[in-house]
């Protein structure tokens, strides 16, 4: 399989492409996503799909691995690394789409990093609009409010881009409290944060958010004082509902913008801002 593929690049420098079908295109992409996202230990780091015939394929230099779809047969295969020098047959690409989307159908999100969400938030990409939902369901609250990390990447891409979070709206049941101010009605102010070498995919990202967390085990301890004062009541599962919506645009400076915080995609510094300056969060 590696010498197919090697001569395949080889008929592309020729420009003797071929393309594939539109469905078969759209499903390795979201198969080979997947991969990366659910297995980072094989597929690590977002790479570009090449198209050579009768191969779509990624090439990951850190593990020395190919993944790719024979489009002539329609299987999904994999060559070195792990898998040796013969090619290994995994599946269908029928068969390995069907799979993702039974298993919450987190494929297609090479903007976001995905690979630790609990499995029953199920995110889904159209074009540059990422949709996060638990489908109506409350979850078990994970502590990370960050649903779209930004990959880490290999390289200094040299994108910086800001991502604006509008206000949520916010419905906490299961606790009511009896005070002329109730927490519970507020919704917290928006925050901006920006990314210093953020992946291309990230550029005029929208990411919808409609989720519910059971927060009982967080909060029920910590309201303890609260109902002993006879200020709040308790009636247990404590849950958050929460919808929001951000944007992100493509900025020359993350320094030069009003974000709260600034991540570096390939180095992982990380800079919070104090005082109107931004200061260096030792890692």
């Excluded at 409609?210 to 006879?230: F, N, R």
Aim: hydrophobic fraction near 35%; charge should be negative.
């Amino acid at each position: 399989m590696k010498q197919l593929m090697l001569s395949a690049c080889a008929i592309t420098l020729l420009g003797n492409i071929s393309f594939a079908s539109a469905d078969v295109t759209s499903d390795t992409e979201t198969l080979l996503n997947w991969a990366e996202n659910t297995y980072p230990e094989f597929f690590p780091n977002h790479r570009t799909t090449q198209s050579t015939e009768p191969w779509l394929y990624r090439f990951y230099p850190e593990t020395n691995t190919y993944a790719g779809v024979n489009k002539n047969d329609n299987g999904v295969y994999v060559l070195g690394g792990s898998w040796g020098n013969n090619p290994t047959f995994i599946d269908t690409l029928p068969g390995l789409i069907n799979h993702i989307a039974n298993t919450g159908g987190n494929g297609s999100i090479p903007a976001c990093n995905i690979a630790n969400v609990p499995a029953e938030m199920v995110f889904t990409q159209s074009d540059n609009v990422v949709n996060v939902t638990t489908n109506g369901k409350c979850i078990e609250f994970s502590g990370d409010t960050n649903l779209c990390k930004t990959p880490a990447q290999p390289a200094a891409t040299g994108i910086s881009v800001l991502r604006t979070s509008g206000i949520p709206l916010i419905k906490l049941s299961g606790v009511t409290f009896n005070s002329p101010v109730d927490p519970s009605k507020f919704s917290p102010p928006s925050t901006d944060y920006c990314t210093i070498n953020a992946p291309a995919e990230q550029a005029n990202l929208v990411v919808n958010t409609d989720v519910c967390v059971d927060m009982t085990t967080q909060l029920e301890a910590s309201l303890k004082d609260l109902i002993v004062l006879g200020v709040a009541t308790v009636d247990p599962p404590i849950t958050l509902a929460a919808k929001s919506t951000s944007t992100s645009k493509v900025v020359p400076d993350c320094f030069a913008t009003n974000a709260g915080t600034i991540h570096d995609a390939f180095t992982n510094e990380v800079w919070i801002k104090q005082n109107g300056a931004f200061v260096k969060v030792d890692n």
